[in-house]
């Protein structure tokens, strides 16, 4: 009796130690100290946009540190002593002598669809008065590119809808593709032609401003907002007069943005306007930091800054989603010089240009592409068929009148088929001329191409040259539906649809020869244009006036 009465006693004690071990384990889960040990430095040195820090003996490179104010700074230069700080917003109510504490964590930036439509600056704060962005999902700036064997070939086009850049020097998704030129010779209007083009196309876009005047942006957003390409944009922002560190960052924030949609199979379209900006402001970051200066001052890694960036556009494979990211960087050039430092990183960088031309601007051939300067090294194998059957005998004809034109200029006397030759080419030129804000579809591209191929328009003035355009366009919408399928599919373009495609803009012509066709006139307009501009030309002067002297005069 005796030993039952024990074991109760036991295992009563044992229950109620278990019951006591137990909520004090509890409690000490659930209990959290009023004070927590963290890592605190102090500013010790001020400058722009960088700040020079003591302590914080374990920081890590890159990782983002917190200043009074609520402003953020990337730890970029990691000494023994000190650490230099990128700062990521308004400095200047910062002191020597403030605290700095660390935040464990790298710079990242919100992702979703509910950016879309949004304007925001580099580190996802909203700019445009429409509250919280409503999104959880973040993502680092910074972030590896996509491995070789993720990678698919560049296999689709994206239409630019620019008639120049479509027909002769295409872009596929996943291209990266420069856009370089002197200062105002129509950049931004390419890159805001093709964002404009893309509706209902399925493509998101994203616009990158990067160091641009406030003026300017307002004006880029307002033209968005009027064409309804903010229904499938977003706008990634930073103004000149801020921090140069928020220039740094803003290609990479926009990068991750973009990155989030390709990895859900979609096709993403990014605008970095511009990345000459970009390197000045590393180059400022870098010689405050005191990095040594290379060619030009930029710092020896200014290649492989753009290089992660540009790399981080590609098209992935099937099994990954297939989704697509395509670059059009900008790059602004000093007098026409394409052989400076950056412009010439970035042409190794990327897989093709476009180079606008200030001579083409200022004689009114916009937009100003020199297509003899201008290649897309990928984007051939993704242009559509129907553009591969008209456009190779059209880069033969443009570039034979390229040069025509430039011997022609010497006076020099041209006989009647080099003269038909530099006609047929003026008149490439006026229809590869193009609005701004005006982009066109693909099949009277198509269309306008065919007629140029044809020599439809040699007869007409080049005064009249943009009427006729116009009107070989809209007689693209009376082409039947099966022969605009077969335009937009990748089949070859038939004898038959050519021939149809053909008759049609001959036919819209016909206003111009009301009693004649185009080709009916084509030798008379040729022959009269050779005896114009033979009679007008310098060189015949001399010899004409020595043909009217008398013969001993002659042989004087």
């Known amino acids: 009796m005796k030993s039952e009465v024990d074991f109760i006693k036991a295992n009563l004690l044992q229950t109620t130690f278990d019951d006591v071990f137990s909520s004090m384990a509890k409690a000490r889960a659930a209990f959290t100290p009023p004070f927590q040990a963290k890592e605190v430095g102090n500013i010790i040195r001020i400058t722009t946009g960088i700040a020079i820090v003591s302590g914080l003996p374990n920081v890590g490179f890159e990782e983002l540190l917190s200043f009074p104010g609520g402003i953020s700074g990337i730890a970029f230069n990691v000494d023994e002593n000190e650490i230099g700080v990128v700062l990521l917003g308004d400095y200047w109510h910062l002191q020597v002598g403030d605290e700095v504490e660390r935040r464990g964590n790298v710079v990242d930036v919100p992702v979703g669809d509910a950016l879309i439509g949004r304007i925001i600056n580099p580190i996802g704060e909203p700019l445009d008065s429409k509250g919280k962005l409503l999104t959880s999902m973040r993502l680092p700036v910074e972030r590896p590119s996509a491995p070789i064997m993720d990678r698919a070939p560049v296999s689709v086009p994206l239409q630019t809808g620019i008639k120049v850049i479509d027909a002769l020097v295409p872009v596929g998704r996943g291209q990266r593709e420069l856009i370089?030129?002197?200062?105002?010779?129509?950049?931004?209007?390419?890159?805001?032609?093709?964002?404009?083009?893309?509706?209902?196309?399925n493509v998101i876009c994203v616009y990158c401003a990067i160091g641009q005047r406030a003026s300017g942006v307002a004006k880029v957003i307002a033209r968005l907002r009027e064409k309804g390409a903010?229904?499938?944009?977003?706008?990634?922002?930073?103004?000149?007069?801020?921090?140069?560190?928020?220039?740094?960052?803003?290609?990479?924030?926009?990068?991750?943005?973009a990155e989030y949609f390709m990895q859900k199979g979609r096709d993403v379209l990014i605008v970095y306007d511009d990345l000459t900006h970009h390197a000045r402001a590393y180059r400022e970051l870098s010689l405050l930091l005191r990095r040594p200066p290379g060619r030009e001052a930029f710092p020896g890694d200014i290649f492989y800054i753009h290089s992660r960036l540009l790399e981080r556009a590609t098209h992935l494979r099937e099994e990954l989603g297939g989704g697509s990211l395509t670059a059009l960087p900008i790059i602004e050039t000093e007098a026409q010089d394409i052989s400076a430092y950056i412009p010439t990183n970035l042409i190794s960088i990327t897989d093709g240009q476009i180079y606008l031309s200030p001579s083409l601007f200022e004689l009114g051939v916009l937009p100003a592409v020199d297509v003899g300067k201008s290649v897309s090294r990928v984007g051939g194998k993704a242009q559509n068929a129907a553009y591969r059957a008209v456009t190779a005998n059209l880069k033969l004809a443009y570039a034979q009148f390229e040069e025509l034109e430039t011997f022609a200029r010497f006076g020099a006397?041209?006989?009647?088929?080099?003269?038909?030759?530099?006609?047929?080419?003026?008149?490439?030129?006026?229809?590869?001329?193009?609005?701004?804000?005006?982009?066109?579809?693909?099949?009277?591209?198509?269309s306008v191409l065919l007629a140029l191929t044809a020599k439809l328009f040699d007869d007409i003035p080049l005064t009249d040259m943009s009427a006729a355009e116009h009107l070989v366009r809209v007689s693209a919408a009376e082409i039947p539906v099966e022969i605009t399928e077969r335009l937009q599919s990748v089949k070859t373009l038939s004898k038959e649809d050519r021939t149809s495609i053909i008759e049609l803009a001959r036919d819209a012509l016909l206003t111009f020869f009301p009693s004649d066709r185009p080709s009916n006139t084509a030798s008379n307009s040729s022959s009269d244009s050779s005896s114009d501009s033979s009679s007008d030309s310098p060189s015949d002067l001399p010899n004409n006036s020595a043909n009217d002297l008398p013969n001993d005069e002659k042989l004087k």
């Open 180 to 201: 370089l030129g002197d200062r105002q010779t129509g950049k931004t209007a390419i890159a805001l032609d093709t964002i404009l083009n893309q509706k209902d196309q």
């Open 230 to 257: 903010l229904a499938y944009t977003i706008v990634v922002v930073t103004e000149g007069n801020e921090p140069p560190g928020l220039a740094y960052i803003a290609p990479y924030s926009a990068t991750s943005i």
């Open 413 to 446: 006397k041209l006989d009647d088929s080099t003269l038909k030759i530099i006609e047929h080419g003026r008149r490439i030129r006026a229809c590869l001329k193009q609005s701004e804000f005006s982009p066109v579809s693909m099949v009277e591209q198509i």
